[in-house]
T-cell receptor, first 112, second 117 residues
Framework: KQEVTQIPAALSVPEGENLVLNCSFT??????LQWFRQDPGKGLTSLLLIQSSQREQTSGRLNASLDKSSGRSTLYIAASQPGDSATYLCAAPGNYGQNFVFGPGTRLSVLP | EAGVAQSPRYKIIEKRQSVAFWCNPISGHATLYWYQQILGQGPKLLIQ????????DSQLPKDRFSAERLKGVDSTLKIQPAKLEDSAVYLCASSFGTGRDLNTEAFFGQGTRLTVV
């Protein structure tokens, strides 16, 4: 059974810092992994999808890496801005790859 | 491209009442998911459809929750009777394929916030 954890649970940084969010999963037989952003009271917005054959995926100031052998993924945010404040969730395939299992999220606050 | 549509956005009901949520996925997406998100937690899968067939409903409390996806497009999720612990955000998502597909990306609606009093 796939289990996903995220560290840290919450993070508060001053504007301009580079930061790393961590995601761990127990079943490494995955086809892909997805990172999402969730603003308060809103749904989930897809940020990045990393295929199992890829090691990294980039979108603007965001870079996600995937290491299947160690069961880990990291989301790197460069030059953080107050607008980056949100909860970041990672999701890995579960149930033999049929659907997505979510971690609890990392709540990020970027202070101006 | 239109996103995943959900309604209503908010709902307040008393315990033991019934409630229904509606979801319209992105056009052409065969897979539809209903997730429950309790405050402070990550979303938990309730049920997954592939076209109009159920793929996974192992975590759906079947004594009170039901869902259907008629004609493989729109879906409704119903709770009857509701309990206080059902207070949560109910998220609908859709994807072209399943998690087994390398480039499958899940897209979520805005969610329905349910408060049971």
């Amino acid at each position: 059974k796939q289990e996903v954890t995220q560290i840290p649970a919450a993070l508060s940084v001053p504007e301009g810092e580079n930061l790393v969010l961590n995601c761990s999963f127990t079943d490494s037989a995955i086809y892909n992994l997805q990172w999402f952003r969730q603003d308060p009271g809103k749904g989930l917005t897809s940020l990045l999808l990393i295929q199992s054959s890829q090691r990294e995926q980039t979108s603007g100031r965001l870079n996600a890496s995937l290491d299947k052998s160690s069961g880990r993924s990291t989301l790197y945010i460069a030059a953080s801005q107050p607008g980056d404040s949100a909860t970041y969730l990672c999701a890995a395939p579960g149930n033999y790859g049929q659907n997505f299992v979510f971690g609890p999220g990392t709540r990020l606050s970027v202070l101006p | 491209e239109a996103g995943v549509a959900q309604s209503p956005r908010y709902k307040i009901i008393e315990k033991r009442q019934s409630v229904a949520f509606w979801c319209n996925p992105i056009s052409g997406h065969a897979t539809l998911y209903w997730y429950q998100q309790i405050l402070g937690q990550g979303p938990k899968l309730l049920i997954q459809f592939q076209n109009n067939g159920v793929v996974d409903d192992s975590q759906l409390p079947k004594d009170r929750f039901s869902a259907e996806r008629l004609k493989g497009v729109d879906s409704t999720l119903k709770i009857q009777p509701a309990k206080l612990e059902d207070s949560a955000v109910y998220l609908c998502a859709s994807s072209f394929g399943t998690g087994r597909d390398l480039n499958t990306e899940a897209f979520f609606g805005q969610g329905t916030r349910l408060t049971v009093v």
